[in-house]
């Protein structure tokens, strides 16, 4: 494993991602501060973090996307990576066949174009156009697209903030069971805390460029909001992103699809109320 400050290397079967001492700077200013993290193959992680914390910083190396940035450390990373966006970037000159196949290579391409549409619940929607979808229906697309390659591994920046609170719930379960019939090693950014612990196997929250917390999601299935479990999970990680909830006011264990996707919430950050 060599030392460099933007290329990627071949990973070992047993770890999908390998980062040491991973430092990343912009105009002087240090984003990723020897930051070290590994992330098994098939394993989900989700990367919380206040903004200008590094994770979308941390997701452009990994993606080899910062090659000209000035940074050190020892990176590893699959070959095969997709990144999911919070804009699900669609072509809007092409159908949606000829969006998820885009530089795919190989005689059955279309055939696991279709495929993938299918496994998204857009099967016969082939030759349909970007802008006849709805917003949910577009990231579905993405998420085809992103998982047609096979990936290693798999980006997810925040691939569902700009959908409304039940479009996320089943954008959720259809990832969950995307992730489980393909098997990727995942980091998924989010700014939403009951998200993360909805999805992945691992939260690492990030502060200041490094690694503030790494806890594992004990949390039996179903997650369900207001359990013991994820209700205690979900207090330790809003304390490592210094938030302070009001227990009073129904903050923690919140029911229904706006408690779900983190919306709707009173918090108090640094003595300031905002809307989480």
């Not at 002087?28 to 590094?54: K, M, Q, W």
């Amino acid at each position: 494993m060599a030392t460099h400050s933007g290329g990627l290397n071949t990973t070992e079967d047993r770890t999908a991602v390998r980062i040491e001492n991973l430092v990343r700077s912009f105009d002087g200013r240090t984003v990723l501060d020897g930051l070290d993290l590994s992330i098994a193959p098939g394993e989900f992680v989700a990367l919380l973090g206040r903004s200008g914390s590094g994770k979308s910083t941390l997701l452009r190396a990994l993606a080899g996307l910062d090659h000209d940035v000035a940074g050190s450390g020892d990176l590893t990373a699959p070959d095969h990576v997709s990144v999911v966006f919070q804009d699900a970037r669609l072509l809007p000159w092409k159908r949606l066949l000829d969006n998820v196949i885009l530089g795919l290579p190989g005689p059955f391409a279309e055939e696991r174009g279709r495929a993938a549409l299918a496994e998204v619940g857009l099967a016969g929607r082939e030759r349909g156009w970007p802008v006849e979808l709805s917003g949910g229906e577009q990231q579905r697309v993405s998420l085809a697209r992103s998982l047609v390659r096979e990936p290693r591994l798999l980006l997810a920046d925040e691939p569902f903030g700009a959908l409304d609170a039940l479009t996320r719930l089943r954008m959720h379960a259809l990832l969950r069971r995307l992730c489980e019939r393909h098997r990727p090693a995942v980091l998924l950014v989010t700014h939403d805390v009951d998200e993360a612990i909805a999805l992945a196997d691992r939260v690492v929250v990030l502060d200041r460029g490094r690694i503030a917390a790494d806890l594992p999601v004990d949390v039996p299935a179903p997650r369900r909001q207001g359990s013991a479990a994820h209700t205690a999970l979900r207090g330790r990680l809003l304390a490592r992103l210094g938030v302070d909830t009001d227990e009073d006011h129904g903050t923690t264990g919140a029911a229904g699809a706006a408690g779900a996707a983190g919306i709707g919430r009173s918090t108090r950050t640094n003595g300031e109320e905002s809307a989480a």
